[in-house]
C-alpha cells in the first residue's frame, strides 16, 4: 500500500473512532450501561466490526466516553479550591455534579462505581474527582461552612442519594415535585449549626433496642420476649402511663412485657 493509501486508512480510522465515541457518549447518556454495542455501531453509521476493533469491549467504550467529562469535573473543583466563599461554591458545586448526573445517566453510573472495578479509565478519573471534591469539603469545614465531622465519603453517599432520588422524580413523570429539592435537604444536613444531631462516632451495638420511654439502649435477651423498658424506674413509667390512660376511658391495654 502506498504512502497515501496507508495514510487514507488512518484517517478513516481516526474518523471512525470518532464517530464511535460520539455515538456512545450519546447512546450511554440516555441508557448507560445497558445500551448495547450494536446500538452504538448503528448510531455511528459503521459495522460492529469497526466498533470492537476501536475497542475490545464495551466497559473500555464506556470508560472513553465517560473519562473526559469526570475529568472536567476534577478539573473544575480544582480550579475552585482557591475562592474567597469556600462554602457557597461547594454547595454549588454538589448541586451542580447532582444536577449534570441526573441528566446524563452514564456519568451517574461512572459515579456510582465502586473503587475496586479496575485500574485506568473511568476509575482513574472518578477517583481525581473524589480528590479535588475532598479538597473543597476540607476549604468548606475550614470556614465554619460545613461541620467538621462529615468526611467525603458522606458526601459521596448524600450526592449518590440525591442522584437516585431526582432520577426516580422523572422516571415517574413527578410532574409536582421539585427538582433539586432533595438536594437542597441534602446540603442543609451538610451545614455546621449549633443544634445539628451528631454523627455517631462508632457502630450500634447490634444486639440492643430502644428504652421506649427514654430511648436509652435495651439490651435483647438471648431468649424469651425483648425488653421494652432499660430498667425499673422506665418500666414505673410505662406503667403509670398506661394506669392513667385506663382511667381516662380509652380502654386500651398496654401491659408491659419487659
Known amino acids: 500500500m502506498s504512502g497515501g493509501g496507508v495514510g487514507a486508512a488512518r484517517s478513516d480510522a481516526r474518523r471512525n473512532r470518532?464517530?464511535?465515541?460520539?455515538?456512545?457518549?450519546?447512546?450511554?447518556?440516555?441508557?448507560?450501561?445497558?445500551?448495547?454495542?450494536?446500538?452504538?455501531?448503528?448510531?455511528?453509521?459503521?459495522?460492529?466490526?469497526?466498533?470492537?476493533?476501536?475497542?475490545?469491549?464495551?466497559?473500555?467504550l464506556f470508560a472513553a466516553a465517560v473519562t473526559d467529562r469526570l475529568r472536567l469535573f476534577a478539573d473544575t473543583a480544582r480550579d475552585l479550591s482557591d475562592v474567597t466563599e469556600p462554602g457557597a461554591v461547594f454547595f454549588r458545586f454538589f448541586a451542580s455534579v447532582v444536577r449534570l448526573a441526573t441528566e446524563n445517566r452514564a456519568l451517574g453510573e461512572a459515579l456510582e462505581a465502586a473503587e475496586a472495578a479496575g485500574p485506568g479509565g473511568a476509575t482513574e478519573a472518578r477517583l481525581e474527582f473524589d480528590a479535588a471534591f475532598d479538597v473543597?469539603?476540607?476549604?468548606?469545614?475550614?470556614?465554619?461552612?460545613?461541620?467538621?465531622?462529615?468526611?467525603?465519603?458522606?458526601?459521596r453517599t448524600l450526592l449518590l442519594g440525591c442522584l437516585a432520588m431526582e432520577r426516580r422524580r422523572a422516571a415517574e413523570g413527578d410532574a409536582a415535585g421539585?427538582?433539586?429539592?432533595?438536594?437542597?435537604?441534602?446540603?442543609?444536613?451538610?451545614?455546621?449549626?449549633?443544634?445539628?444531631?451528631?454523627?455517631?462516632?462508632?457502630?450500634?451495638?447490634?444486639n440492643a433496642t430502644e428504652c421506649g420511654i427514654c430511648g436509652g439502649p435495651v439490651a435483647v435477651a438471648r431468649t424469651g420476649r425483648p425488653a421494652r423498658y432499660c430498667g425499673g424506674a422506665c418500666r414505673q413509667k410505662a406503667h403509670r402511663?398506661?394506669?392513667?390512660?385506663?382511667?381516662?376511658?380509652?380502654?386500651?391495654?398496654?401491659?408491659?412485657?419487659?
Do not use: N, Y
Request: net charge positive.
Open 18 to 60: 470518532a464517530l464511535v465515541l460520539q455515538a456512545a457518549r450519546s447512546a450511554f447518556a440516555e441508557g448507560g450501561l445497558a445500551v448495547t454495542l450494536d446500538e452504538i455501531a448503528r448510531r455511528a453509521g459503521v459495522g460492529a466490526g469497526t466498533v470492537h476493533r476501536h475497542f475490545p469491549s464495551k466497559e473500555k
Open 136 to 155: 473543597l469539603l476540607r476549604r468548606a469545614q475550614e470556614t465554619g461552612a460545613v461541620r467538621a465531622d462529615v468526611v467525603i465519603g458522606d458526601v
Open 178 to 206: 421539585v427538582p433539586g429539592r432533595m438536594t437542597e435537604l441534602a446540603c442543609e444536613a451538610l451545614r455546621a449549626r449549633r443544634t445539628v444531631t451528631k454523627l455517631p462516632v462508632g457502630p450500634r451495638r447490634r
Open 241 to 258: 402511663a398506661r394506669r392513667a390512660r385506663e382511667r381516662a376511658g380509652d380502654g386500651v391495654s398496654t401491659r408491659p412485657r419487659g
